[in-house]
């Protein structure tokens, strides 16, 4: 397998992770971050589509991950760019930018994630928009999400090619014109986000976040994830993998299960969530954990 793969949850700070993920006895100042980098090598950063984040806040994420040299961090676009699509302000890209260029000068930023959602539908308004948020953001490794089935067209990836936008594959509840997993990659990344299977909350307008991402996938809904990876990843220089069925730590428990799949072994399992979810105690353990952690 070619591709270096980064297998990993989408966020790290939950309140139900206390005693399902992390320790129970766990302090309000208990570090999640630098507990997780011992089990993965990459988390998706949610907070940043909610409040860009300042230079320090970035310094001190590379500071709790320092002895991971593996970690790489995806983070996701602020909405101001992809749900609230006013006119673009330079000015508030060039903050956003700033933000993050400590991971960029690190070396430590995998992508940045351009999530749209399920109403951002494939007209040509929409690509117009899209091609100016590429070129604001052309000086980093931009990922795309959209939800709705009208981007699924060999003309959108071609132009996704030209644009070096790497593609981002979606599980999700495919309900309508719900777009489906396509197994495309656009540049030398592949970008996979697993949102779990949770139709009867997808849509629901009364729905909670937690109730909406409250899925586990059994190893038979994995499997032909894993095969859908081996098959890019011989063409590909990276590959990420993010679960965001993050209720009660589902997406680390998914995570670590995929990764045992493709690789054959994980280098642990945080002992509150095997307690959580009894059935990764069949993962295989790596004798020698060392730095090139489970993505290798």
Excluded at 66 to 86: I, V
Excluded at 202 to 225: K, N, S
Excluded at 245 to 257: C, D, S
Aim: aromatic share 12%.
């Amino acid at each position: 397998m070619a591709a270096d793969l980064y297998i990993g949850p989408a966020g790290w700070s939950y309140d139900d992770w206390k005693g399902s993920v992390y320790p129970p006895e766990a302090a309000s100042k208990f570090d999640g971050l630098a507990y997780l980098k011992d089990f993965f090598d990459t988390i998706e950063v949610n907070s940043t589509f909610y409040r860009p984040p300042s230079a320090r806040m970035t310094e001190s994420w590379l500071t709790r991950v320092a002895d991971n040299p593996r970690f790489l961090f995806t983070l996701k676009l602020h909405r101001a760019f992809t749900h609230e699509r006013g006119p673009l302000d330079p000015a508030a890209a060039a903050d956003f930018r700033a933000g993050i260029a400590p991971l960029l000068e690190a070396g430590r930023l995998g992508a940045v994630l351009c999530q749209f959602p399920f109403s951002f539908h494939g007209t040509r308004s929409n690509a117009r928009y899209l091609r100016d948020l590429f070129a604001t953001f052309e000086d980093l490794p931009l990922a795309l999400e959209v939800r709705h089935e009208s981007w699924n067209s060999p003309d959108v990836f071609d132009w996704l090619r030209s644009q070096q936008v790497a593609f981002c594959n979606i599980d999700q509840p495919v309900i309508g014109a719900g777009l489906e997993a396509t197994g495309e990659a656009t540049t030398d990344i592949a970008y996979f986000r697993l949102h779990g299977q949770n139709r009867d909350n997808w849509f629901r307008e009364d729905a909670g976040v937690a109730e909406r991402y409250d899925y586990l996938y059994d190893t038979g809904e994995l499997e032909p994830w894993a095969d859908a990876i081996r098959a890019l990843a011989g063409s590909l220089s990276r590959i990420f993998i993010i679960f965001n069925n993050h209720y009660r730590g589902q997406a680390t428990a998914n995570a670590l299960e995929l990764a045992a799949l493709l690789t054959g072994s994980v280098p642990g399992v945080p002992p509150a969530l095997l307690d959580t979810y009894p059935r990764l105690a069949e993962l295989s353990i790596a004798n020698t954990p060392d730095a090139s952690g489970p993505g290798t």
